[in-house]
């Protein structure tokens, strides 16, 4: 990972594309790629504001000619909807601090000692992201029944907090590294236990990076489907589930209710992400990057 | 105060938690799962009968093919396709374009599953989808055998480029600048310095990212089951979706769990692909 954060830097970065005929057809293509990246993004938006008479028209009109809140307005008197966005923000966040706790451990372990199975461990975690999720689910559903935690929040949180490790603990086995020896070395002739230098050392450097880390695990749980649809009662699912629930399978799907849901359960994730850009790069190819 | 731990005791000792739940949440399961390929065994009621090979020999008198081939179709399409747009992306974005792009391209991976499903439902809708009001047809896409996987092709694909594009784009911002110039110097054309230049350089970041999202895509849920639920008449009906339906629709454990081994089997073999393309 040290070796993704300097490699993501660019090494010499003299302007490129001074032809302009390179650049004109770099141009060409990000404006066909963006037609078909941005324009389902702006349908989703555009029937979020659209009358229920106008966007049950067809063909429909690729410009709107009226706009309308209501869509809005009818998801905040939803009690239905803001109960699943009660669960959705309890399992998220508990998830995120658990996360943040259980991979900054492991991620300094893997960082700041050398012992036997380090390597293998390490290579283990990686690989368990790779394991069907489906699958697990089948068996896990019958482990949380016989240790009567299904239903409730513990199984969604327990489960997230698993499958978020393998990237969290790559992530900060990165930053943890990037934090030199000899300042461990120093609090260590100074008297201070190895708790104490993890905890007033290590992790008030990586700071940032618990941070990241948090968001990571948060948008994990924010977005996943299949767990939430299966491991909890109807009143325990988050969103994901609960707008699938309320919306599809009826007769008539309530489609600009449907995408002004959408928009709203986006905007933590978007907003997460804007945060989280810098640190995209480096997380992202960290599991492709030996370690 | 804990000097009387070696560092390695140390080391094992922060590792308990996040093991405990690996060994809980992915090691326990998984062999379990394993295991009850061979039992009859309901998902609801009691009790379980070993069986042998019976789910197995099942599976593969049957079900598994139809299975695969629709795993396969929909890997391979919902792979290549992402990586060739995500390429052509980078490559683009590459050549000195504003970096703002590419925040404006994460978008559609940024957006949870379901929204995206959600969102080429209505696209794709029959009566007053935006496809079909430009196309100034009413298609089904969805409802037709031949038209839904090409459609939840599309619909992941449009979810996973963006991956891709920055996979690729972190690798093409490695490459020495001097190895282009030196080309051009030489007179190697833009299509020759691609060839000879780029393609080399991005050779393991690309294969990687390819098989990553081969991988992914080979146990991918979400989008088919919103977008088809595995149909029309199990046109869609890929491993994750056929294990899910079967354990937890046709309360059928021993065959799911079979399906499951049969489809771990595959995934083991691509796995140590990428564990070897890790090492290399």
Not at chain 1, 39 to 68: C, G, K, M, N, Q
Not at chain 1, 120 to 144: E, G
Request: charged share 10%.
């Amino acid at each position: 990972m040290t070796a993704t954060l300097s490699r993501s830097v660019p090494i010499t970065r003299a302007p490129r594309g001074r032809r302009p005929r390179s650049r004109a057809a770099a141009w060409a293509a990000v404006a066909v790629i963006g037609l078909f990246g941005l324009a389902p993004i702006y349908w989703l938006v555009v029937t979020a504001f659209t009358p229920d008479e106008r966007a049950f028209t067809f063909p429909p009109s690729l410009v709107p000619t009226e706009l309308t809140f209501d869509h809005f307005t009818k998801l905040a008197d939803n009690e239905k909807l803001f109960g699943y966005l009660v669960n959705s923000v309890v399992v998220s966040v508990v998830t995120a601090f658990l996360s943040v706790v259980v991979s900054a451990y492991m991620a300094y372990a893997f960082s700041k000692f050398r012992y036997r199975g380090r390597k293998s461990l390490m290579h283990l975690v990686l690989a368990s992201q790779l394991f069907p999720q489906a699958l697990l689910l089948v068996t896990l559903y019958a482990v949380f029944s016989a240790s009567g935690l299904l239903g409730g929040y513990t199984s969604l949180i327990l489960s997230f907090t698993t499958f978020t490790l393998p990237l969290c603990v790559w992530m900060l086995k990165g930053i943890f590294d990037t934090v030199p020896s000899t300042l461990m070395e120093a609090a260590a002739i100074d008297g201070a236990s190895r708790w104490r230098t993890l905890h007033r050392i290590a992790l008030p450097l990586a700071a940032p990076g618990l941070v990241a880390a948090g968001l990571f695990a948060f948008v994990r749980a924010w977005n996943d489907f299949i767990f939430a649809l299966t491991l909890t009662d109807p009143d325990r699912q988050t969103l994901p589930p609960g707008l699938v629930h309320t919306y599809l399978g009826e007769f008539q799907t309530a489609w600009p209710d449907l995408m002004a849901a959408s928009f709203v359960v986006s905007l933590p994730v978007i907003a997460a992400f804007m945060f989280l850009q810098r640190y995209l790069v480096g997380g992202l190819t960290a599991g492709a990057v030996k370690g | 105060m804990n000097r009387r731990l070696t560092d390695g005791q140390f080391a094992w000792l922060l590792m308990v938690p996040g093991l405990a739940l690996f060994l809980a949440i992915i090691a326990y399961p998984l062999v379990s799962a394993l295991v009850t390929g061979f039992f009859e065994q309901s998902l609801v009621l009691p009790g379980r009968a070993f069986v042998g090979l019976d789910n197995f020999a099942d599976l593969l008198g049957g079900d598994f093919w139809p299975v695969l081939r629709n795993t396969l179709v929909f890997t391979l399409g919902a792979t290549i396709a992402p990586f060739v747009i995500g390429y052509a992306l980078a490559l683009a974005l590459d050549a000195g374009l504003p970096g703002w792009l590419r925040g404006v391209f994460l978008f559609p991976w940024v957006i949870p599953g379901v929204v995206v499903s959600f969102l080429w439902l209505w696209i794709f809708n029959a009566n007053y989808g935006v496809l079909n009001g430009l196309l100034g047809t009413h298609v089904s896409w969805l409802g037709a055998p031949a038209t839904a996987m090409i459609a939840v092709i599309v619909t992941k694909t449009w979810a996973s480029f963006p991956w891709m594009m920055v996979m690729l784009l972190a690798g093409l911002q490695t490459m020495p600048k001097e190895l282009h110039e030196a080309a051009s110097v030489d007179g190697a054309g833009a299509i020759r310095r691609f060839r000879s230049v780029t393609v080399p350089h991005m050779r393991a970041i690309a294969g990687i990212a390819f098989l990553l999202e081969f991988i992914w895509n080979f146990q991918h849920f979400d989008t088919i089951y919103v977008l088809t639920g595995g149909g029309p008449a199990g046109a869609t009906k890929t491993f994750a979706v056929a294990v899910y339906d079967t354990a937890f629709k046709g309360f059928d454990l021993g065959h799911a769990t079979a399906l499951g081994g049969l489809w771990m089997l595959l995934l083991l073999v691509l796995m140590a692909f990428y564990l070897r393309k890790e090492n290399a």
